[in-house]
């Protein structure tokens, strides 16, 4: 186990439907990722959340909407996807330190999401 | 935008047989990260890479960052079917974009016993 979990480990949900993904790190690390990986495409960073800032790829659909109450949870809320947002979503944790560098990140299990 | 290139996409070695692979990045890194994806898995962090030249090794497996921050290597040497995965680096640039991560494709690897 890596301390960070992810729930659901499944989805599976229409194009219409509202759902959201569920992060919680359990190392005490002051920053949170999101991640799209998809079969053809490299891990695609979608949402950074790092010392209350957020960071966000300008790329990423407005259908996605992160949400980080605290430095240990990490929401991905989904609304009116589409098919080609089907793929494994990946959450992982890091710490930022003073240099603003950053260490290794720890990947939780991601959450297979199929949208129909 | 800043881009990580990594070669190759796929490699089938025969177990014993060395493995390499191979990641560029468009722009300077201040550091390089590789990570391993066990099939079904999630990236599990191997080594981090700073300085300009520097070699790491780890058992079977030799971590190189060129002299200009600009490339590195994985090399496995007699390969186990343990090593199958999927091998990604990821580059972190100089400056800017608060130092997020750049993934390469990864190269996936398949050992035949």
């Known amino acids: 186990e890596t301390g960070v979990t992810q729930t659901p480990r499944h989805l599976v949900m229409g194009m219409t439907n509202k759902k959201s993904l569920k992060c919680e790190q359990h190392?005490?690390?002051?920053?949170m990722y999101w991640y799209k990986q998809s079969a053809k495409k490299p891990l695609e960073l979608m949402f950074v959340y790092s010392l209350e800032e957020r960071v966000e790829n300008n790329s990423v659909p407005s259908r996605f909407s992160p949400e980080c109450p605290n430095s240990s949870h990490l929401f991905l809320h989904l609304h009116t996807l589409q098919p080609e947002d089907s793929a494994l979503y990946l959450c992982a944790s890091s710490q930022k330190n003073r240099a603003f560098s950053y260490n290794e990140q720890f990947f939780g299990p991601g959450t297979r999401l199929t949208v129909l | 935008g800043q881009q990580v290139m990594q070669i190759p996409q796929y490699q089938h070695v025969q177990e014993g047989e060395d493995f390499t692979t191979y990641c560029n990045s468009s722009t300077t890194l201040s550091n390089i990260q590789w990570y391993k994806q066990r099939p079904g898995g999630h990236p599990v962090f191997l080594i981090q890479l700073v300085k300009s030249g520097e070699v790491k090794k780890q058992k079977r497996l030799t971590f190189q960052f060129g002299e200009a921050k600009k490339n590195s290597s994985l090399h496995i040497t007699a390969t186990q079917t343990t090593d199958v995965g999927t091998y990604f680096c990821?580059?972190?640039?100089?400056?800017?974009?608060?130092?997020?991560?750049?993934f390469g494709k990864g190269t996936k690897l398949s050992v035949k016993p």
């Open positions: 190392l005490g690390h002051n920053a």
């Open positions: 990821a580059g972190r640039g100089d400056g800017g974009s608060q130092g997020n991560l750049i």
